[in-house]
C-alpha cells in the first residue's frame, strides 16, 4: 500500500478518528488515526472532511514529547 500524502481528504482515509477526552464541546478538537501503512493522521475536527496531515510515528512522538516538556506552552 503507498503511503498516505499529506493533503489528502480525511473523510476518503479508512480510519478510525479518535480525539483526547480533554476536548471540549464546541468541536475545537484535534482527532487522530493510525493508517495501515503505518503513519499517523491528524485532522481538524471541524473540517472532518478538510485536509490531514501524515506524520510517522517518530515526528508524532518528538512532537508529544516537547508538549509533555512544556516546549509550546507559550503558544497558548
Not at 489528502?8 to 487522530?32: F, M, P, Y
Not at 515526528?59 to 507559550?74: N, V
Request: proline share 7%.
Amino acid at each position: 500500500m503507498p503511503p498516505v500524502q499529506n493533503g489528502v481528504r480525511a473523510s476518503s482515509l479508512d480510519a478510525r478518528w479518535i480525539k483526547s477526552r480533554h476536548s471540549n464541546a464546541t468541536g475545537n478538537c484535534v482527532e487522530i488515526a493510525a493508517l495501515a501503512g503505518g503513519g499517523i493522521a491528524v485532522r481538524n475536527s471541524r473540517d472532518p472532511d478538510g485536509p490531514a496531515l501524515v506524520y510517522t510515528p517518530a515526528e508524532l512522538a518528538a512532537f508529544l514529547a516537547g508538549a509533555k516538556d512544556g516546549e509550546f506552552d507559550h503558544l497558548l
